[in-house]
């Protein structure tokens, strides 16, 4: 039998059983979406009380991962990173032990290509060909998670991509980018260029405010000219306000751009920009700065400046 002939329901009417793990602050809107969509979506985070809003909008709890696979046969993990997906699978509870049937996993990461493959190839042997995987890391923040208008980077063969289709699409907009790891690459190319621009804006924050610019028909003009972006547009408001209340903190950053320049070096591209910004957020968690969202640049770069008297 085919691997993707029985990604189906219980009704067998073509639609997946989904199921999520890991409801932060991308994860619970994800899987909000899904719900909208599919009905009913099976739950698990490892703080039981984030899952109390879905619950009461119909979604099904699951008392552990094991418990969260023997239902479901597309499973969205939106966790930080290949360890903490390492920690789901493993164990009498883990996913693993509640394999029976043909499951497709989503990683949603931002994650090692390598990793990726890796973890895929030792999940075929271990589960007896029963577990596929793909790479859909997301981009378009919390507002695009909110929204359902996430662009999906996906890497992964042909046919897992388009079991896992329906429930990418009830999320946003899946992008089909090659093989196993292509999402994490253009994760990576993604990551470069919103990390150049949220410098590029604190630095022209506290220049333009230092020159005694109003800053919000600063922002508001540079967002109609080639200076606009959709970084501009979803953070303008935090950069003129100093609101730094996380909605992507600045910290996962480092661990983006450090996955950035491993592929750089496998491809062998000289990546100036790259390594620059690497060593800036690098810096600016160490100062403290970390924890915050990713417009905390401004922040972080008015306290350099400070030490210049």
Same mark, same amino acid.
């Given at each position: 039998?085919?691997?993707?002939?029985?990604?189906?329901?219980?009704?067998?009417? %073509?639609?997946?059983?989904?199921?999520?793990?890991?409801?932060? #602050?991308?994860? +619970?809107?994800?899987?909000?979406?899904?719900?909208?969509?599919?009905?009913?979506?099976?739950?698990?985070?490892?703080?039981?009380?984030?899952?109390?809003?879905?619950? %009461?909008?119909?979604? $099904?709890?699951?008392?552990?991962?094991?418990?969260?696979?023997?239902?479901? *046969?597309?499973?969205?993990?939106?966790?930080?990173?290949?360890?903490?997906? &390492?920690?789901?699978?493993?164990?009498?509870?883990?996913? @693993?032990?509640?394999?029976?049937?043909? $499951? @497709?996993?989503?990683?949603?990461?931002?994650?090692?290509?390598?990793?990726?493959?890796?973890?895929?190839?030792?999940?075929?042997?271990?589960?007896?060909?029963?577990?596929?995987?793909?790479?859909?890391?997301? $981009?378009?923040? =919390?507002?695009?998670?909110? +929204?359902?208008?996430?662009?999906?980077?996906?890497?992964?063969?042909?046919?897992?991509?388009?079991?896992? *289709?329906?429930?990418?699409?009830?999320?946003?907009?899946?992008?089909?980018?090659?093989?196993?790891?292509?999402?994490?690459?253009?994760?990576?190319?993604?990551?470069?260029?919103?990390?150049?621009?949220?410098?590029?804006?604190?630095?022209?924050?506290?220049?333009?405010?230092?020159?005694?610019?109003?800053?919000?028909?600063?922002? =508001?003009?540079? %967002?109609?000219?080639?200076?606009?972006?959709?970084?501009?547009?979803?953070?303008?408001?935090?950069?003129?306000?100093?609101?730094?209340?996380?909605?992507?903190?600045?910290?996962?950053? #480092?661990?983006?751009?450090?996955?950035?320049?491993?592929?750089?070096?496998?491809?062998?591209?000289?990546?100036?920009?790259? &390594?620059? @910004?690497?060593?800036?957020?690098?810096?600016?968690?160490?100062?403290?700065?970390?924890?915050?969202?990713?417009?905390?640049?401004?922040?972080?770069?008015?306290?350099?400046?400070?030490?210049?008297?």
């Amino acid at each position: 039998m085919d691997h993707m002939s029985r990604q189906s329901g219980p009704a067998d009417d %073509g639609t997946p059983t989904a199921g999520v793990i890991g409801l932060g #602050v991308m994860g +619970a809107p994800m899987a909000r979406n899904l719900l909208g969509t599919f009905g009913n979506v099976t739950i698990w985070h490892r703080s039981p009380e984030r899952a109390g809003h879905l619950l %009461g909008e119909g979604a $099904t709890w699951a008392p552990s991962p094991r418990a969260l696979a023997e239902r479901c *046969r597309v499973i969205v993990l939106m966790l930080p990173d290949l360890p903490e997906v &390492a920690e789901v699978l493993r164990g009498a509870d883990g996913l @693993l032990a509640g394999v029976s049937e043909p $499951t @497709l996993l989503v990683i949603s990461s931002t994650s090692s290509a390598a990793g990726i493959r890796e973890l895929a190839e030792r999940l075929l042997v271990e589960s007896d060909g029963l577990v596929h995987l793909i790479d859909a890391p997301v $981009t378009g923040g =919390e507002e695009g998670a909110i +929204a359902g208008t996430l662009s999906i980077l996906v890497g992964g063969a042909d046919e897992d991509v388009r079991a896992a *289709r329906p429930v990418l699409e009830a999320m946003g907009n899946p992008f089909h980018l090659g093989p196993l790891g292509s999402g994490a690459i253009a994760k990576f190319c993604n990551q470069l260029i919103v990390a150049a621009t949220v410098t590029a804006l604190g630095e022209a924050a506290v220049l333009g405010e230092r020159s005694g610019l109003d800053l919000a028909v600063l922002f =508001e003009a540079l %967002g109609g000219g080639y200076a606009g972006s959709r970084v501009l547009e979803t953070r303008a408001r935090r950069f003129v306000e100093g609101d730094y209340h996380p909605s992507g903190a600045a910290k996962y950053m #480092v661990k983006d751009l450090g996955f950035a320049l491993e592929e750089a070096g496998r491809v062998r591209l000289d990546a100036p920009q790259l &390594a620059m @910004l690497s060593e800036f957020f690098r810096d600016l968690s160490a100062r403290g700065f970390g924890d915050q969202d990713i417009s905390v640049t401004r922040a972080y770069i008015e306290s350099r400046s400070a030490q210049l008297g």
